[in-house]
């Protein structure tokens, strides 16, 4: 696996898939997740789940993080002239790039080089990323704050039950793991997570997404406590930049399946 993945960095193999996250209401686009694959050559693709620890134990996560932010934003920049106006691409951070001086610097420089706002770029971090609370995280995040880039907590409620670390970082919104969504139907603990980290990200003016919505079943379960933005199988899965280049030609409509409206 190590010598698969160093040959793997050499020949470029690695490459970016984007999710659309859609609106509750009228289903539109609203940002784009960009996701790593590893485009292997005999076995094909294979997910970041297979891949990422190994990378982060061979020390090639800052390295790695660093190319899905340059290829995820110029990619986004290219398909910026199309997209309506509040669009934004969401990049995963992982802790070995924080906790790096010169992070902001870097996520500056990308911005200019692909010509995007930086208030078009929202970063995904975990609960976990956030323990470490040193001088120097705090400052990376001043600097990247101060430059008008949004944060977001990815897989919200599975860390370790403490909120504290909201008073002392600037975040804008939570992302509902996938989990608690697949549970939603048929664990009553689950439900009532779910609809208190609505209620809570409502007090805080946070902006919630949905991760793993699959059916319009947990649609609908869903929308009984509330309605963020949602991501999911039932809507868009992860594609290749050509694929959703397809959806800008028909005008980056997203087609409720019928199912949908029929499940009310
Ligand atoms: P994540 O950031 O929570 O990303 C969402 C994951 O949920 C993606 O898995 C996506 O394909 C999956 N997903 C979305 N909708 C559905 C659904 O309806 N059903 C199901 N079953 N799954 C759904 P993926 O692409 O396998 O990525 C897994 C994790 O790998 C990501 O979770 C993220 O933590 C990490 N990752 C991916 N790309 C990067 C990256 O560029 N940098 C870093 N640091 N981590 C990454
Ligand atoms: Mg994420
Ligand atoms: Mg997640």
Known sequence: MDRAIRQALQKRELVLHYQPIVSPRGYSIVAFEALLRWQHPQRGLIGPMEFLPALEKLGFMYQVGNFVLHEGLRQFGRWLPMLDPHVVLNINISAAQLSHSGFAEMVRTELEGANVPASRLVLELTETVLFARTKR?????AALE???????????????????????????????????????????????????????????????TAEGIE???????????????IQ???????????????????????????TIEAAG
């Open 146 to 208: 101060a430059l008008g880039v949004r944060f977001v907590i990815d897989d919200f409620g599975t860390g370790y039950g403490s909120y504290d670390y909201l008073k002392h970082f600037p975040i804008h919104g939570v992302k509902i793991d996938k989990h608690f969504m697949h549970a939603i139907g048929h664990n009553l603990i689950v439900k009532a997570i779910v609809k208190s980290i609505i209620g809570l990200a409502r007090d805080l003016d946070f902006d919630v």
């Open 137 to 141: 995280l705090k400052d990376e995040f």
């Open 232 to 258: 999911g199988f039932l809507f868009h899965r992860p594609q290749s930049a050509a694929a959703v280049e397809k959806l800008a030609c028909n005008g980056w409509l997203t087609h409720p399946p019928v």
């Open 215 to 229: 059916t319009p079943q947990q649609l609908k379960q869903l929308n009984e406590l509330g309605t963020p933005n």
